[in-house]
């Protein structure tokens, strides 16, 4: 299945996610033709389980869905639409056709059906018809409530140093959609974990289609008659750019393996702090390299660095996940450590 992802994947987003399309969104234009596209191709609900119309996609078969979203600078909200529908189905819940996403940073309270509260830092908020999040059930517990978008009665709108819209939604008293309580072994910071899971992905998309810009670049641009590539100097930093796009792609495509059962929190974290620093370092070398084009705006570069900049932040800092990383390790103590680096899941565990 994951190598019919792929294939599919990149084919379509070659096609249709060009820079062109990118800077648009960024304008505020939704890129419906292209929305369209994935939704057909049947993307969105791939996570979702087949008695519920989807293709019961385990995460491990994702990773590659997810690292091309980054990789072409999707601007839409597919990698949102996977964790969502998977979580849905993962509570029993029907998988939602049309455009959607999830808020990770929820305040809201459940009663009767209704939802009162806020969503903070939507991906995509302005834009979609369907928003899951993690609701406070009336005193009873954690439940999955699917609100409409429409539904909302305020959206205050924001967007990240990507120009990616990260918006947030006002309800109060509204109707959901559809609810159910979170099942044993889901805490209510899913979410915030599966955000940083999809994320680590995206990044290191991103940072390959970097790092052969880059390169290519290097490769092309002369210097005192010989191309930039050949001085030792950038040679070095080239390899430093290698060697960094690579620990994070493992990581990430670690993190999906593992959480292929159940999100695996040590793994996901140990992805995100990976992918983030990945992301501060190379951005860094891709911009030294390129020298003063890289930051112009008719350059595809800049759209790759200003997302790395943005991503590596959402849904937890490298220095938050390592601190929890650390309190982790040092709660399991010396005898639990090689446990925890090889076990399958951390059952419950939660940011």
């Known amino acids: ?89 993962s509570c029993g819940l029907e998988p939602q056709s049309g455009s959607l996403s999830f808020a990770a940073n929820a305040q809201l309270t459940l009663s009767a059906g209704r939802v009162s509260g806020v969503l903070r830092d939507v991906p995509w908020g302005r834009h979609v018809q369907t928003v899951i999040a993690i609701a406070d059930n009336d005193g009873v517990g954690p439940s999955l409530v699917v609100l409409a978008r429409s539904q909302a009665q305020g959206i205050e709108q924001s967007l990240n140093v990507a120009g990616e819209p990260r918006d ?98 040590f793994a996901i974290a140990v992805a995100k702090v990976s992918a983030a620093e990945a992301a501060t370092q190379c951005a860094n070398i891709a911009h030294a390299v390129h020298g003063a084009i890289g930051f112009t705006q008719e350059y595809a570069l800049q759209l790759y660095t200003r997302r790395l900049w943005a991503w590596r932040g959402e849904f937890g800092t490298a220095t938050r996940w390592s601190q929890q990383i650390g309190a982790q390790v040092c709660a399991v103590g010396g005898d639990g450590f090689w446990p925890l680096l090889t076990q399958d899941s951390v059952s419950g565990a939660s940011a």
């Open 168 to 265: 947030t939604l006002f309800f109060n008293n509204a109707v959901v959609v559809d609810s159910a309580p979170l099942p044993n072994g889901l805490s209510s910071e899913v979410l915030h974990l599966g955000g940083a899971l999809i994320r680590s992905a995206q990044i290191a998309g991103a940072l390959t289609r970097l790092l052969e810009m880059t390169s290519e670049y290097a490769g092309q641009r002369n210097q005192f008659g010989k191309p930039i590539g050949a001085f030792q100097a950038i040679q070095q930093q080239l390899a430093v750019f290698a060697e960094q796009t690579a620990a994070a792609n493992i990581a990430a495509q670690a993190a999906f393996v593992q959480s292929d059962r159940a999100l695996n929190w």
């Open 1 to 89: 299945m994951r190598e019919l992802f792929e294939s599919t994947i990149e084919r379509l987003l070659a096609d249709g996610s060009g820079s062109e399309t990118v800077l648009a969104s960024e304008g505020g234009v939704w890129s419906a033709t292209l929305w369209d596209a994935i939704e057909d191709s049947g993307f969105t609900l791939a996570a979702a389980p087949e008695s519920l119309g989807g293709a019961d996609a385990g995460w491990a078969d994702l990773y590659v869905i997810a690292r091309a979203a980054g990789r072409y600078a999707v601007p839409l909200p597919l990698s949102e639409a996977l964790l969502a529908n998977w979580l849905l189905g």
